[in-house]
Structures are given as C-alpha cells and as structure tokens.
C-alpha cells in the first residue's frame, strides 16, 4: 500500500493533512497579484484558519485503500475542501444561517461584509473546479471528478439540502424527509470526497459500492452528531454557535426522535460503516479511523 512506510496511522492522517493544507495555501496564493486584496484575504480566512479537513481527509483514506499515491489525490482532496468551505461562507450569511462565529473566529460576512462573503464563496467554488480541472489524472478521471463534484455540489446535493433545509425550519418534518435533507445537504460532499478519492485511483465498480455504503452511512452520522452536539456542547469547544438549532427551530435528529434515540442511530450507522468497509479490498484502517473521529468528535 502506498506511501505508509513505517508511520502510524494517526501520523498517516496528519501528514495527509498537511499536504491539504499546503495544497489549499499553494492555490489561494497562485492568485496574488491576479485578484483583488481584499477578496483574496477573505477567501483565505474562509479556508486557512483551521478545520477539521475531514472531506480532504476522506479523499486522502479512500485513495489510498484503492492503491492511489497522495500525490494523485491533492487535488481532489483540496477541491473539496474549497467546496465545503464556500458553503460555510454562504451558510453562515443573514440570509441563511445568520452565524457570528465559525472554526472559533469571526464569520467572513463579519470579518468583512456580505458582498465580499458572497463573491469569496464563489470564487472558492470556482477555485476548487480549476483544480479538478488541472489534477494529474487521466481526461476520462478529470471529467468524473468534476461531475462528481458539481452533482455533490449543486441542486441535487448540497445546494438542494440547504434548500430543504431552509423550507423545513419550524415545519413538521418526518424522518424520511429529515434523512433525505440531511443526505443532500452534508452527506453530498462527504460522499463526494469518498467517490473522489475512488476515481483518483481507478477503482473498480464493486470496491465503489462498498465506499458508496460506507460513505452514506457516514454522511448521516456526521450529521447526527453536529445535531446532538448543538444542545449538548458550548460555542468555545464547537467554534460556532451552540444552540443555534434550537433557537432557529431547525429540523434535526434530536428534536424529533430524541437524544437517546439519537445515540442509538449512531451507533447502527457505525456498525454499517464497519461492515461496508470489511467489503473494500484495500488497506481501509484510515477510513475506519477517520468514522470513529466522525461519530466520538467533540466540535
């Protein structure tokens, strides 16, 4: 397996992260001189200021367990953090969300104002294609990529989610709608960064499958967590807003089948991640680590 060497797996995960950071920084910087100061440092605060890089992270693990090189998934892996992040940038607009406080600082809107928070996303976005576009990949993987990415990104994924998400705030929402939002609205990119790290490495269909189980299942334990630790954890540990959910009526897990019944989902979405990635062929230690993070994390 590729890239391992001796190294434990937590020291895997870091040096995988550290390439996404160095990726991201590398990006945002090739556009000094080409973009406005002010744009550029607001597309900056919304990236480089922390996170936990858990979509690059999964595009790290999911290549690698399909035999990829890190080298052929930096692209990938970056990508998906841009996307991510402008949707952080636009969800936590007034419009939307209305947040003060994201990864423990001031919101880009805040930091700077909604017109530049506004174009910073978009041009994050548009960052994140060039990159697919650019990545050291064959033609045929380069435009899976990007449709992979555009489709988690657009109408039918993330942007879709948000807009049931929005349509859903202080309605009766039943569980099956609840899973639908919460599929498009995070587990899109999730699934993204999982099926990208795939494509990278040429996978073959069946291996696929399994990351597509692994990678559903995980984008609605992700979810179930965020929606338990807004009533249970405090703005300082999160970096953004406790009890925002609440205060919004939000439609999440807790409020509608409870916290313990909560807890009880987590714990059958972490068996059907054990068991989708027990299907994988490769070496998925990494992506099995990074679930359990996913499902014990305190922010």
């Excluded at 998934?73 to 949707?87: C, G, I, P, R």
């Excluded at 099956?176 to 960064?193: I, P, Q, Y």
Aim: negative net charge; charged residues 25%.
């Amino acid at each position: 397996m590729p890239e391992t060497g001796g190294a434990g797996l937590d020291d895997i995960v870091a040096r995988w992260r550290s390439r996404a950071d160095t990726t991201l920084a590398a990006a945002l910087d090739a556009l000094e001189g080409s973009t406005e100061p002010r744009l550029l440092a607001a597309m900056r605060h919304a990236v480089l200021l922390g996170g936990k890089r858990m979509r690059p992270l999964l595009a790290y693990a999911s290549g690698h367990a399909c035999g990829a090189r890190a080298d052929q998934l930096d692209a990938a892996a970056a990508a998906v953090e841009l996307v991510h992040a402008y949707s952080l940038v636009h969800d936590d607009l007034p419009a939307m969300d209305d947040d003060a406080l994201r990864r423990g600082r001031p919101t880009v809107h805040v930091a700077f104002d909604e017109a530049t928070a506004i174009l910073a996303g978009d041009a994050l976005q548009s960052l994140a294609f060039s990159l697919l576009a650019e990545a050291p990949a064959t033609d045929t993987a380069r435009v899976a990529m990007l449709a992979e990415l555009a489709g988690a990104a657009g109408a039918a994924g993330m942007c879709g989610g948000q807009a049931y998400d929005l349509a859903a705030t202080g309605a009766a929402v039943g569980l099956d709608s609840l899973e639908r939002l919460h599929a498009m609205k995070t587990g899109a990119l999730l699934r993204a960064a999982v099926r990208l790290g795939a494509i990278a490495a040429d996978a073959e269909a069946r291996t696929r499958r399994s990351l597509d189980a692994f990678a559903q299942a995980l984008g609605l334990a992700f979810q179930i967590r965020d929606d338990l630790l807004d009533i249970e954890g405090d703005s300082a540990t999160l970096g953004k807003t406790a009890g925002k959910d609440v205060a919004q009526d939000k439609a999440t897990f807790p409020a509608l089948i409870g916290s313990e019944a909560s807890r009880e989902r987590l714990i059958e979405l972490a068996l059907e991640m054990d068991a989708a990635l027990a299907a994988v062929p490769g070496d998925t230690s990494a992506l099995a680590l990074l679930a359990r993070r996913a499902v014990e994390r305190d922010h």
